[in-house]
């Protein structure tokens, strides 16, 4: 085989790759939507709203006959859509690996998860048993979907691209909720104009973006091919049965199992913040709903640059570090977070700001590290179990922030609580030694890690 000839396969292979990834970055672009606008700025106050309309003259709602303060009831509700997912993100991880096929299982659990938040355009009146119901089929879809598409990364990045290909899904995650929070913002505070109430205008929002998710999901459908695996053989184990493998496996590379555990902890407190950020805004500051949509508009401006810059800060010093960095800074930014003066939309602004320019980027780099830990050939059973500590096992944060509102009456209170999710996990993070760990998983260690 002549020279050119090699070449020519090599650039074939790179155009094929490039390609590839661009199709990836897309479900970035088409379910961040529903992070940004239905979990973060918009269910959050507007279904605390419905079940306050729903409350007895104590302030009480009772789902199944328990008494549970309206004011916690969404807190609670991304709980159960966490515990929900933990049953079902084994069994897609398994079925995924034991097929070869993604494909199909990501459309399933994508154009469900569309389905149920285009759905939430009925939620008005006292309905909050409905828009809970929702919230948890939408939250447990985007995890199924999360776990195969993440689980894509090591087979569409050789090692030295994937710090910059996972903050490029990122970044078009967070453009993507940008421009659909500006669209959002114009209804929202001229909805007079269109001719819709105010609460009309926000179930529209909410509606939009389950559209929006599915449409987009079309071009990663289109783009991503499956490929077989060894360990997609016949005779595999089934959901809980793989899990337990994956454990058993893992067990065999404590460093992996170590780094899970430190992700799990800080990735619980992220995630509660991105859900619980625009409840504490609304109620313990008194901010209206353009003022968050504004704040949060301004995290996903931030979170793109963010997630960039901190994936050429990872090229330079070392994914770890990064990350190590942006945990510190996750908690002097929460610290701030419990002075902020009720009715003053500025330091509100400064306060997103500063997370916006951590977001992106720790979660990108958290991606791209883990996917350095994963055997050839498991990266669905692995990112299934990654995808447990990223949104199936963080029912704690929120949990602890409902339970700590339902106590003290304290948004204050509850938001300060997280902060030991980030001193714990960054403890946890700088005792895990990353090159041993890409070792041990039979993989290349790349220059910087």
């Not at 933990?86 to 398994?94: H, S, T």
């Not at 313990?284 to 901190?310: F, P």
């Amino acid at each position: 085989m002549s020279t050119d000839t090699v070449r020519a396969g090599a650039a074939d292979e790179s155009a094929d790759r490039r390609r590839e990834q661009r199709g990836w970055y897309f479900y970035d672009w088409a379910c961040s939507v529903y992070s940004t606008s239905v979990l973060t700025v918009f269910l959050g106050p507007y279904l605390t709203a419905v079940a306050e309309h729903a409350a007895d003259g104590d302030g009480f709602v009772h789902p199944l006959g328990v008494p549970v303060r309206a004011g916690s009831f969404f807190a609670y509700a991304v709980s159960a859509s966490v515990i929900v997912s933990i049953f079902v993100m084994p069994l897609a991880g398994a079925a995924a690996d034991r097929s070869g096929r993604k494909k199909p299982l990501l459309a399933v659990a994508a154009y469900l998860g569309a389905g149920a938040t285009t759905g939430m355009f009925f939620l008005d009146g006292d309905r909050y048993l409905l828009g809970g119901a929702l919230l948890v089929v939408a939250n447990a879809s985007l995890a199924v979907s999360m776990v195969l598409y993440n689980s894509y990364l090591p087979q569409i990045a050789p090692p030295g691209e994937r710090d910059a290909v996972s903050s490029r899904g990122w970044a078009f995650g967070y453009a993507a909720g940008s421009l659909v929070l500006i669209a959002n913002l114009v209804l929202f505070t001229a909805h007079d104009t269109f001719g819709v109430s105010e609460a009309t205008a926000v179930r529209i929002c909410l509606a939009s973006a389950g559209v929006w998710w599915g449409a987009f999901t079309l071009v990663p459908l289109k783009r991503l091919r499956d490929r077989r695996t060894p360990a997609a053989a016949p005779g595999t184990a089934h959901g809980w049965r793989q899990l337990a493998a994956t454990v058993r496996d893992m067990r065999e590379r404590p460093l992996t199992l170590s780094f899970l555990l430190a992700y799990l902890v800080y990735n619980d407190g992220i995630q509660t913040v991105i859900s619980q950020a625009s409840v504490y805004g609304s109620e313990e500051l008194g901010l209206s709903q353009s003022t968050l949509i504004v704040a949060v508009l301004l995290v996903q401006v931030l979170a793109v640059g963010g997630a960039l810059g901190m994936g050429r800060l990872a090229r330079a010093y070392g994914a770890k570090r990064t990350i190590l960095g942006s945990l510190a800074a996750w908690t002097l930014t929460l610290g701030a977070g419990y002075f902020l003066p009720a009715g003053a939309p500025v330091w509100f602004f400064v306060l997103a700001a500063a997370i916006g320019l951590v977001l992106g980027g720790s979660q990108a780099l958290s991606r791209s590290l883990f996917s350095h830990l994963v055997p050839r050939g498991k990266e669905a059973e692995y990112f299934s179990a990654y995808e447990m500590s990223d949104r199936g096992m963080s029912w704690l944060g929120p949990l602890l922030f409902g339970l700590t509102y339902q106590l003290t009456g304290s948004y204050r209170d509850a938001i300060i609580s997280l902060v030991a999710f980030f001193v714990i996990g960054f403890v946890l993070l700088a005792r895990v030694r990353v090159r041993q760990a890409v070792r041990d998983a039979g993989n290349p260690v790349p220059e910087r890690i």
